[in-house]
């Protein structure tokens, strides 16, 4: 492994990307502990955890289909945060489960879309942004980044 010097341009991305990221975190934990965020598994709702939601974060399913999990959460909630990876199964998920929970998940769709953004090509699940952004505050602060070569 060779260590490189990163530019400045380069080290205020990281920078920015990664205050937009703890920024991102900190709003939707306020946002959490009045409305819950739905996700796919376990791993999801360890990483939302590790970046310090506290309120009740709901795993995908429980045994029951789409359908039957939407029309329970329609019952028990007036709003949701849909938090569906953006790989190409959470893609298709969240065309399906978004029109199920039609109503109560819109206002907070921005959150998936930032997310994604700032996540850029690195990282595709939420159960990996946590190691995203130690990744980033490491090459951040160290200065360097490191690259196989």
């Known amino acids: 492994m060779n260590k490189i010097v990163l530019k400045e341009s380069v080290k205020e991305d990281l920078r920015d990307r990664l205050e937009a990221l ?3 975190f ?19 709702v360890i990483a939302l955890r590790r ?3 506290e309120g009740e974060i709901i795993q995908l399913h429980g045994g029951k289909n789409l359908y039957e999990f939407s029309e329970e959460i329609h019952e028990r909630f007036e709003q949701v945060v849909l938090l569906i ?8 998920l969240i065309k399906t489960l978004g029109d199920y929970l039609s109503g109560l ?4 769709r921005t959150f998936r879309e930032t997310l994604r953004l700032l996540c850029r090509d ?7 942004v946590p190691a995203l952004m130690e990744r980033l505050k490491r090459q951040w602060r160290g200065n360097s980044c490191e690259t196989a070569v």
Do not use: A, H, M, T
Not at 26 to 44: M, Q, T, Y
């Open 22 to 24: 703890e920024e991102l």
């Open 26 to 44: 900190r709003v939707l934990s306020d946002l959490n502990r009045k409305v819950p965020v739905i996700v796919e598994g376990k791993n999801d």
């Open 51 to 53: 970046l310090g939601l």
């Open 85 to 92: 990876d953006w790989d190409r199964k959470g893609e298709i």
């Open 105 to 108: 998940w819109e206002g907070y």
């Open 122 to 128: 690195e990282v595709f699940e939420i159960e990996e």
